[in-house]
């Protein structure tokens, strides 16, 4: 009767374990390169805005290879939040926009270098003046009257 009672916890313990998992599923979002001629896709991990990306590479004598980018400048973890990826419809653009869903603020990320870098979070709300973007720095403009 011991083994019983020992054989339904564990199975009582693998349905909890088993509950957590879809959740833990979901927790990355991946967008293609927009770019035409680019096998290039984007992840983003949706709670921490992290964002990587990998691509097809050709490998003499090999079917090919996988090439991956780690996070660089910008790219790394932000402020834990609601992040997304959207891909422009430019069909020459290499890079993605990371959007936070809940601040509405968005960052341009690309491949340089052999890793992902995105440009310092920016929103543009109805009473803030316009900003121009050069590299990563941010030059506010003044209020058009």
Do not use: W
Request: proline share 8%; aromatic share 6%.
């Amino acid at each position: 009767m011991g083994g019983k009672t020992r054989y339904r916890g564990g199975l009582a313990a693998l349905a909890l374990l088993g509950a957590g998992l879809p959740a833990a599923a979901g927790s990355y979002e991946f967008v293609p390169a927009p770019q035409a001629d680019l096998n290039r896709v984007y992840r983003v991990d949706k709670v921490t805005g992290e964002v990587t990306s990998c691509q097809y590479g050709l490998q003499e004598n090999t079917i090919g290879t996988t090439l991956c980018f780690g996070p660089g400048e910008g790219a790394g973890p932000q402020a834990p939040s609601e992040y997304g990826l959207v891909a422009s419809r430019h069909l020459r653009e290499a890079g993605v926009f990371r959007v936070n869903h809940r601040t509405g603020a968005m960052s341009i990320c690309y491949v340089l270098d052999e890793v992902v870098v995105c440009t310092p979070q920016a929103s543009a709300g109805s009473d803030a003046p316009a900003a121009r973007t050069t590299g990563n720095v941010v030059t506010p403009q003044p209020a058009r009257p």
